[in-house]
Nanobody, 124 residues
Framework: QVHLVESGGGLVQAGDSLRLSCAAS????????MGWFRQAPGKEREFVAS????????NYGDSVKGRFTISRDSAKNTLYLQMNSLKPEDTAVYYC?????????????????WGQGTQVTVSS
């Protein structure tokens, strides 16, 4: 059973940076894709970024391109999301997610595993 645990959320001001981490355990394969989604109050869960565990191919949602960077540390089985130039509209619960297979992007309907989420709040 794969287990994902996020950390690093918090309250920051507009323009600040924050780094989220997601520690993965229980996965014995490297043929999977991981990423981040976010969900603001009253809104649908939205794709943020993804990365293939093998090859490190990345993809980003339009609203975060150029500001967020996804990366992974295979030795630590940890996924990261570096968020720069944060805006109030980035406020949401951020979820780590994963699915088996190497895909160029993640769809929430195809996710095999979700983390519990971490709150990011950006004040203006």
């Amino acid at each position: 059973q794969v287990h994902l645990v996020e950390s690093g959320g918090g309250l920051v001001q507009a323009g600040d940076s924050l780094r989220l981490s997601c520690a993965a355990s229980g996965c014995t394969s490297t043929t999977y894709t991981m990423g981040w989604f976010r969900q603001a109050p009253g809104k649908e869960r939205e794709f943020v970024a993804s990365i293939t565990w093998t090859g490190g191919i990345t993809n980003y949602g339009d609203s975060v391109k150029g500001r967020f960077t996804i990366s992974r540390d295979s030795a630590k089985n940890t996924l990261y999301l570096q968020m720069n130039s944060l805006k109030p509209e980035d406020t949401a619960v951020y979820y780590c997610a994963g699915r088996f297979g190497l895909v160029l992007t993640l769809s929430k309907g195809e996710i095999s595993y979700w983390g519990q989420g971490t709150q990011v709040t950006v004040s203006s």
